[in-house]
C-alpha cells in the first residue's frame, strides 16, 4: 500500500518559509515521493473553513513515507520552518 504523507500548514513568515520549500523537492525525490497536492485553493465542503495549505505527497509505502519523515535531508528542510510557519502532519496508508 501507498503511503500518503498529508500536511497542513499555517505559514507565519513567507520568506522564511521559501527556505524550507527550496529543500523539501529533493528530500521527497530523494526517498521516491511524489507532490500530489502541493498548496493551490482550498475549497471547504463541509465542517469548518479549511484556511491553512495543504500538501499531499506520495510514497511506495508507508515505510517510504517514514522513511523521509526521519531523514536527515528532510531533517534539514524541517530546520527551516522552525518560526516560518505552524504544522500537522499525517501518515495514512493508501491506494
Same mark, same amino acid.
Given at each position: 500500500m501507498a503511503? &500518503?504523507?498529508i !500536511?497542513? $500548514?499555517n505559514v507565519t513568515d513567507p520568506e522564511k518559509y521559501k527556505n524550507y520549500t527550496a529543500l523539501t523537492p529533493g528530500a &521527497? !525525490?530523494?526517498h %521516491? %515521493? =511524489?507532490f500530489v497536492v502541493? %498548496? %493551490?485553493d482550498v475549497y471547504t465542503a463541509e465542517g469548518a473553513e479549511e484556511t491553512r495549505r495543504i500538501? $499531499? $505527497?506520495r510514497f511506495e509505502s508507508? =515505510?517510504?513515507a517514514k522513511e523521509f519523515w526521519n531523514s536527515p535531508e528532510y531533517g534539514h528542510a524541517k530546520a527551516q520552518r522552525v518560526g516560518a510557519a505552524e504544522f500537522d502532519a499525517v501518515i495514512v496508508e493508501g491506494a
Open positions: 503511503g &500518503i504523507l !500536511a497542513y $500548514v &521527497i !525525490a530523494h %521516491g %515521493g =511524489e502541493r %498548496g %493551490g500538501v $499531499v $505527497v508507508v =515505510e517510504k
